[in-house]
């Protein structure tokens, strides 16, 4: 890694929502899975520059330029009684890599958990991605064998939401 003074790492802005959708395809494209990207424009600007957007984005700049982003929100530990940061997305391009901005939004998102008051900073990575969990397990995080993630999603989700109990959703 060759170490840059010029990082920086700042909230993701309205005005960078093409460059969010690009890292998002890049991303995709990298994880083999391009064609299950739905994200638009207007869903990212409804989701993430909302009035109490519930997601949160950070860009990271090489010598002013974009080159790097990370997508991430705030849970919830039952067992901690205290707040968590979960990491969905860490992108750097690939022209950027080795350069260290992976590391220093992982940096900046771990100052944000400790000064929120988070019990924990998670995310996942895909299990072939042995260039990121070499990453990973290089500054002493830990992989979480004894869970296995679970999804609903598409027309599974809908059904599901649809049969049962009736709810209403806001929870009023």
């Given amino acids: 890694m060759i170490p840059d003074t ?3 790492i700042r909230p993701a ?3 960078d929502i093409d460059t969010i959708l690009r890292f998002i395809r890049e991303l995709a494209d ?4 391009l ?3 739905e994200a638009t424009p207007e869903r990212l600007r409804a989701t993430l520059f909302c009035n109490r957007p519930r997601v949160h984005c950070s860009i990271a700049e090489l010598a ?3 080159a790097g982003f990370a997508v991430w929100f705030f849970n919830y530990s039952t067992w901690l009684g ?5 990491l969905e997305d860490l992108y750097v391009t690939d022209a950027m890599r080795g350069r260290g901005l ?3 939004l992982l940096q900046h998102l771990a100052k944000l958990a400790v000064a929120s008051g988070c019990g924990r900073f998670e995310w996942n990575v895909l299990d072939w991605n042995r260039p990121a969990i070499d990453f990973y397990e290089s500054f002493g995080a830990q992989p979480q064998s004894e869970w296995v993630g679970y999804r609903l999603s598409g027309e599974a989700l809908r059904a599901f ?3 049962g109990v009736e709810s209403d959703p806001d929870g009023s």
């Fill in 102 to 104: 992976g590391k220093a």
């Fill in 82 to 86: 205290l707040h968590g940061l979960f």
């Fill in 30 to 33: 990298y994880e083999r899975a």
């Fill in 35 to 37: 064609d299950a990207v």
């Fill in 6 to 8: 010029s990082i920086n």
């Fill in 64 to 66: 002013g330029e974009p």
């Fill in 161 to 163: 939401a649809a049969s």
């Fill in 13 to 15: 802005t309205v005005e």
